[in-house]
């Protein structure tokens, strides 16, 4: 398996990981705030010095794509890519909101037909949010979200489970014996790894010159006007 570096700022966590053959062999993390400017380069320095002090080739740089803080994106994107520059390796982009379905399905119990709905928050009763299957396999896209009683209810025929940090605000206006809170879920770069590691595997890299990131702007801009 590929040494890839991982490096997540969607969100006020700011997080780097290194990872080979299937487990992570370095990480650190900062939950402070929104101190990606401050925090992403020394860690970034840290890791790369992990690597190389043990010999290790760097062969990949994944990067949380999004969507997320149009800041945190990118400081993380442009890190990223200076580095696939100056190291001579490929770029790969990881969606924030399977990223965030990661830890639930590798720490939780979930029922076999259970669909997972990571969010992001936004104003008031708004959230950017995704429904997957346990195999993470889209059900529904990401769709800027107005949260009320009726907006999941069609999938409410199964245990649907909610998390990310616009989930909390949205549980008491959904009010379904099927919609269950999972708190605490950020997403970090130490869970990249499988994502980041499948596509390297299949050649699925970016274009360095020109890969963006998906900014929450970007989903507001094509949302309802009802949302804005």
């Known amino acids: 398996m590929a040494c890839i570096l991982n490096i997540e ?8 990981a290194v990872s080979q ?56 994107v442009s890190m990223a890519k200076g580095i696939c520059y100056g190291r001579n390796v490929p770029l790969i982009a990881v969606h924030t909101l399977q ?16 669909l997972l709905c990571p969010m992001l928050d936004a104003r008031r009763m708004e ?4 429904l ?6 889209e059900i529904r896209p990401i769709h800027a979200d107005v949260v009320d009683h009726d907006t999941y209810l069609e999938y409410l025929d199964r245990p649907v489970y909610f998390f990310g940090n616009g989930a909390s605000k949205c549980m008491s206006m959904i ?21 980041a590691e499948k596509r390297f595997l299949n050649g699925q890299f970016e274009d360095v010159a020109y890969f963006t990131p ?6 507001v801009a094509k949302a309802p006007k009802k949302l804005l």
Do not use: Q
């Not at 959230?127 to 995704?130: D, G, K, L, Q, S």
């Not at 009010?175 to 990249?192: G, T």
């Open 21 to 76: 053959d299937g487990a992570v062999i370095w990480s650190d993390e900062d939950r402070s705030g929104p101190n990606h400017a401050v925090k992403l380069g020394k860690f970034v320095d840290e890791a790369l010095s992990f690597s190389d002090n043990h010999a290790i080739p760097l062969e990949g740089v994944a990067v949380s794509c999004g969507p997320g803080s149009y800041t945190g994106l990118r400081i993380g």
């Open 99 to 114: 990223l965030l379905a990661v830890p639930v399905l590798l720490f939780h119990e979930l029922e076999e037909d259970a």
């Open 132 to 137: 997957y299957d346990r195999s993470l396999k």
């Open 175 to 195: 009010d379904h014996p099927n919609a269950h809170l999972i708190p605490d879920i950020v997403p970090l770069a130490k869970y990249m790894l499988p994502l």
């Open 214 to 219: 998906f900014y929450l702007k970007d989903f």
């Open 9 to 16: 700022t969607s969100t006020d966590v700011c997080s780097v």
């Open 127 to 130: 959230v950017y949010a995704c």
